[in-house]
Structure formats: structure tokens, C-alpha cells
């Protein structure tokens, strides 16, 4: 069942201790004390449900990809493991929903999904309607061609090519804004731009300089990526507009795996992003 948050506003409430069911390293659950909550805050809300809905991409390598048994893996799942947990709610209490591009701020807003970890580029324009706890990661964007192509090294290179991106993402509005000389081609999903790469019907693939290393990665030689980043993407996690609570503890979770290695664990498991990518930076989180 998915738990949809309401919008509480409960400041110097008093605080509740709420006790919730976790998976424990046998496979059965114990009782984990999730920590001192504010009554009536969204925290305590889904505590006390024992479950929680979480957007994410269900089509990008290393970030958020769906495995064989339906559940996706990669670093945000991994992310929004860890936040699920610090609220004592465990992996099977879970719901993924698959999140594209476009459809983030609309699932934030309507509220069939209480947080976004899907390779979220934090910005002012997005911030009008949705809050984000982070950055947890940044990222730069990119660009993807075949193996064999030596005409694009940048996206200065752009003009008159065939630039395929994703509807509602911020480096199709870059180009579409910065490289007006460049022909946009958008899709619902970056999968969607791989087979009109291999055919000629695209030039180039542009988004996030990690989304496409995962692509290049399972292209067994088939794509690389061109140049350099040519942005900073900022990743945050997605939330209700002013919510500023439940950001704040957001923030705190993400300071606290930042010092005591969580994060990077995160980082290196198991299909997640550290398999093929260097160590990151540890960002700074921005608490505006």
C-alpha cells in the first residue's frame, strides 16, 4: 500500500518516540528505535505508517536501474534506502515507483510518492515547487556518441546535429537554451535515445556525465562519451514544497552517512555507481 503524505505544519510540537519493524541481518525484523520525532511532523507520519513511497529512475545504470526480481539498485535506491531506514522503515516496506524526468515535480506535488532520488538536479526554477534536501552528489553533464565518432568533442560541436535528450531535464534545457544551432530530439526516457544512436538516427546523447558512463559501461565498446562535463548538476532529494523540517532532517542523515561512511558505501555496492566510476567529492550540503 502506498502511504501519501500530508502536509503538517507541527513546530514545538511535542516529540514521540516511534518504534518500527526493520529487517535484521538473519532475515527477520527487530524493533528500532527510529529516534525523536515532532508530533504530527511528516517523519513521524511515516514512522508510525512503516512504510514509505520513493521515486526513481527505473532505467539508469548505477543510479537506478530495475534488476530481475522487479526492484531497482543502483546509488539513489541505495540513498533512499538509507533515509527509508533512519526511519526505521525497512527495504520490503518500500514502494519504487518508476519517476521520469518530467513527471518528478508533478509526483512530488500530487503526492503519490513522499520523496524523489532519481538523479535530480537541484535548481531555482524547480525549487518554486518542490524542496530538496542536498546535494548528495554532483554530477556534470555530458555527451554520449558511438565509439567510431571523431566530429564531437564538445557541445560546441552541436550545431546541425541530432541531439537526443528527455522531456522536462535540465540538459535538454540547456541545449535547447545555450546551443539553440543544435536539432533536439526528445524522449520520455534516456533508454529511449539508445537505439536511434546505434541506427544514425541521432548524433549525440546528452545528459548527466554518470547516467551515460553507466551507458557506455554496458555498450560492450558501442558508445563513449565526448569531452569533458560541461555543467554542475547538483543531485538532491525531492520533497513537498516547504516541508522545511522534513528537509532539514533529510540533510541531517546526509551529513551524518557523509562522516561516517555510509555514503560511500552506498556508493561502491553492488551495482551501484562506484563499480565503474572514481570516488567522489563529498558536497557540501546547501541549506537554503
Known amino acids: ?18 518504534l518500527s519493524a526493520c529487517s535484521s541481518d538473519d532475515g527477520g525484523t527487530e524493533e528500532v528505535a527510529t529516534g525523536d520525532f515532532p508530533e504530527g511532523s511528516t517523519m513521524a507520519e511515516l514512522a508510525e505508517a512503516g512504510e514509505i513511497t520513493i521515486g526513481t529512475k ?13 526492484v531497482p539498485v543502483g546509488f539513489d535506491v541505495n540513498i533512499g534506502t538509507i533515509i527509508a531506514g533512519e526511519l526505521g522503515i525497512s527495504e520490503d516496506n518500500i514502494e519504487w515507483v518508476e519517476t521520469v524526468s518530467a513527471n518528478r515535480e508533478p509526483f512530488i506535488e500530487g ?30 553533464q555530458s555527451l554520449m556518441v558511438l565509439a567510431d565518432n571523431s ?27 545555450n546551443y539553440p544551432d543544435a536539432n533536439l530530439v526528445l524522449f520520455a526516457a534516456y533508454t529511449d535515445c539508445l537505439e536511434p ?31 569533458e562535463p560541461f555543467t554542475e548538476e547538483p ?15 533529510i540533510n541531517d542523515v546526509l551529513e551524518e552517512i557523509f562522516e561516517d561512511g555510509r555514503w560511500l558505501e552506498a556508493w ?6 562506484g563499480t565503474v566510476l572514481p570516488e ?9
Open 235 to 249: 543531485y538532491g532529494i525531492g520533497l513537498a514544497l516547504e516541508d522545511d523540517e522534513f528537509r532539514d532532517w
Open 197 to 227: 544512436l546505434r541506427n544514425g538516427q541521432v548524433d549525440v546523447v546528452t545528459t548527466d556525465n554518470v547516467i551515460l558512463a553507466g551507458y557506455v559501461d554496458e555498450s560492450d565498446g558501442e558508445f563513449a562519451i565526448a569531452g
Open 151 to 177: 566530429d564531437i568533442s564538445g557541445p560546441d560541436d552541436l550545431a546541425g546535429k541530432n541531439v537526443c535528450s528527455v522531456e522536462g531535464s535540465t540538459p535538454a534545457a540547456n541545449i535547447s537554451e
Open 58 to 70: 527505473f532505467d539508469q545504470p548505477l543510479f537506478g536501474l530495475i534488476g530481475p526480481d522487479g
Open 268 to 273: 561502491n555496492a553492488d551495482g551501484s555507481a
Open 111 to 140: 503526492g503519490q510518492v513522499d520523496l524523489v532520488v532519481a538523479t535530480y538536479t537541484i535548481n531555482d526554477e524547480r525549487k518554486e515547487v518542490v524542496s530538496f534536501a542536498g546535494p548528495y552528489y554532483n554530477a556534470g
Open 280 to 288: 567522489p567529492e563529498t558536497p557540501a550540503v546547501d541549506r537554503y
Open 1 to 18: 500500500m502506498m502511504f501519501t503524505k500530508t502536509k503538517v505544519a507541527a513546530f514545538g510540537a511535542a516529540a514521540v518516540l516511534v
